[in-house]
């Protein structure tokens, strides 16, 4: 059964590996990929990003990708270079999924989540599946006595991912 990304790119990229399931995703594993190591310039970083994007896909060999798209903030991030930066690194994972053979799609913000806060997107993220429940707080993280999924993301890049991939697997993976 193929497996599927979903990416939040950024420096710190987050992502969730996947397979389509009837209801919601079942969810392999969740993660960042960071540059860190690489150096702090926001050049060094990047190559660091792509460098271990690189490894991921060819570690988890997803049958294809999907990449939230950048959106246009405001005119401060323009003028401070966040946008570029960002639209920078949304190039080069696609040109790493282009490298290795892996079909990729974009999903803009507008059309998984809208406008909605962070903390409200997440909160349907865990809705959808099924962590708001069964020992969940609100806030996602576990309740005395009850066990984190193995797939638990640790950041907001990743239970972005996660949002993703529950979005294209209510679509069933069609691009």
């Known amino acids: 059964m193929p497996t599927y990304?979903?990416?939040d790119p950024?420096?710190?990229?987050g992502w969730c590996l996947f397979r389509l399931g009837k209801h919601r995703?079942?969810?392999?594993a969740t993660g960042v990929v960071e540059g860190k190591k690489f150096g702090f310039e926001w050049k060094e970083k990047m190559q660091g990003v792509t460098l271990?994007?690189?490894k991921l896909l060819q570690s988890k060999k997803p049958a294809a990708v999907?990449?939230?798209k950048p959106g246009a903030f405001s005119s401060t991030s323009a003028l401070s270079g966040s946008?570029?930066?960002l639209?920078?690194?949304y190039g080069m994972l696609i040109g790493v999924c282009i490298l290795e053979g892996i079909p990729w799609n974009e999903i803009t913000v507008r059309e998984?989540?809208?406008?909605l806060p962070k903390s409200v997107s997440t909160n349907r993220t865990r809705v959808a599946l099924g962590m708001a429940m069964n020992g969940y707080r609100g806030s996602g993280s576990p309740l005395r006595g009850y066990p984190l999924p193995n797939f638990y993301p640790r950041s907001e890049h990743a239970w972005d991912a996660l949002g993703l991939a529950v979005y294209v697997n209510n679509r069933k993976g069609k691009p």
């Open 87 to 89: 639209d920078a690194c």
């Open 52 to 54: 271990e994007f690189q």
């Open 83 to 85: 946008q570029g930066k």
């Open 5 to 7: 990304l979903t990416v």
């Open 10 to 13: 950024g420096v710190s990229t």
């Open 112 to 115: 998984w989540k809208g406008q």
């Open 66 to 68: 999907w990449l939230e």
């Open 25 to 28: 995703p079942e969810v392999l």
